[in-house]
C-alpha cells in the first residue's frame, strides 16, 4: 500500500486533526478551483502554516496542493466539455486558466486527448481499445508485471483497468495497459526499464448513467511502485477500493468516455458544483 493510503487510514482510525485540516483544504479546492488560488490561501483554510501544511498534505494525497488543484481544474474541464457547448476558450477561464494555449497544452498532455477531440469523442464515440498482443516471457529487451485484481462487488459487471504510468497521477497515455472484464489475472507487458506505478479503475457496464459527466469508477486501486529490469517478470497483487476524498480525480479520458454506446443526452448550459 502507497505511503499516503496507510497513512491516512492511520489518521481516520486515530481521528486525528490533521485530516480534518487537509479535508477542509481539499474542499476549498474543488469549491474555489475557478479562483486564482495561491498555497497560503489553501493553507489558511487548513489553519496550518503553508510549510507544514504541504508535507501533510503530500502525505495524505501523494502529491502537492498546487499540482492537486491543477489536477481538479483539468478534470473540471472534462465536464464541462462534455455537459456544455462553451466553445474552449471560455472553458479555460471558467476552471482558472488565463492562457488557451497553456490551458490546451495541459489538457492534451494530461487526458491524452486535446480538448475538441475529447469532446468529438464524447458524442461520436470513443474506440475500442485493441487487446494485448504480449510478447514471450520474459522478453529479453522488455521486462513485465503480472497479478491479479479483484473489485469488492464482483456481482456488478465491471470492466477493470490495470495500467502503468510514469508518475503516481492517472494522466496521459500509460506506459502499458490491460483491460479486464472481469476480477481475474493481468499482465503489463513490454514493459521499459525503469520506476513504474500501477493503478486499476473499474467502471460499470450496467446501469450506466447517460451523463458521462456523472459517471465515477466503481473502484480504484493501486500498487507500491515498481522497478522493472529487462527480461524480468514481476507479480504484484493490486486491492481495489471505493475511491475517497483524498484521492486525485481521473484525468485519463477513459472512465467518461469507455461507455460510449449509452444515447447522449443533449448539451446544456453549464452548472456549478462537483
Known amino acids: 500500500m502507497p505511503i499516503h493510503r496507510s497513512f491516512a487510514m492511520l489518521l481516520h482510525r486515530m481521528g486525528d486533526p490533521l485530516q480534518a485540516a487537509v479535508e477542509r483544504a481539499v474542499e476549498t479546492i474543488w469549491a474555489r478551483y475557478s479562483e486564482p488560488l495561491t498555497l497560503d490561501d489553501i493553507a489558511d483554510t487548513a489553519i496550518l502554516s503553508k510549510f507544514y501544511f504541504s508535507r501533510v498534505f503530500r502525505k495524505l494525497t501523494g502529491t502537492s496542493p498546487g499540482r492537486f488543484l491543477s489536477v481538479v481544474r483539468l478534470y ?7 455537459k456544455t457547448s462553451l466553445n ?3 472553458i479555460s477561464y471558467l476552471v482558472g486558466y488565463n492562457s488557451l494555449g497553456t490551458f490546451t497544452s495541459r489538457f492534451t498532455r494530461s487526458v491524452g486527448l486535446s480538448p475538441t477531440r475529447f469532446r468529438a469523442l464524447a458524442l461520436s464515440g470513443y474506440p475500442d481499445l485493441p487487446p494485448p498482443e504480449p510478447p514471450p516471457l520474459p522478453h529479453p529487451q522488455f521486462g513485465a508485471v503480472q497479478g491479479s485484481v479483484s473489485v469488492p462487488t464482483p456481482e456488478l459487471p465491471s470492466r477493470i483497468y490495470v495500467a502503468a504510468f510514469k508518475d503516481p497521477i ?13 476480477s481475474g489475472e493481468y499482465l503489463l507487458h513490454s514493459l521499459p526499464e525503469g520506476t513504474w506505478h500501477l493503478r486499476m479503475v473499474a467502471v460499470a457496464l450496467r446501469d450506466i448513467d447517460p451523463r458521462p459527466w456523472r459517471r465515477r469508477p466503481l473502484c480504484v486501486g493501486e500498487g507500491q511502485p515498481v522497478t522493472v529490469r529487462k527480461g524480468q517478470v514481476l507479480d504484484v497483487e493490486l486491492t481495489a477500493r471505493e475511491p475517497g476524498c483524498f484521492d486525485l480525480p481521473i484525468l485519463l479520458a477513459l472512465p467518461e468516455l469507455d461507455s460510449w454506446r449509452v444515447p447522449q443526452p443533449a448539451l446544456t448550459a453549464p452548472t456549478a458544483g462537483r
Do not use: M, N, S, Y
Not at 76 to 82: D, G, N, S
Not at 170 to 182: N, Q, R, S
Open 76 to 82: 473540471q474541464a472534462k465536464h464541462l466539455l462534455l
Open 88 to 90: 474552449v476558450t471560455e
Open 170 to 182: 492517472v494522466e496521459g497515455w500509460p506506459i502499458a495497459c490491460d483491460v479486464l472484464d472481469t
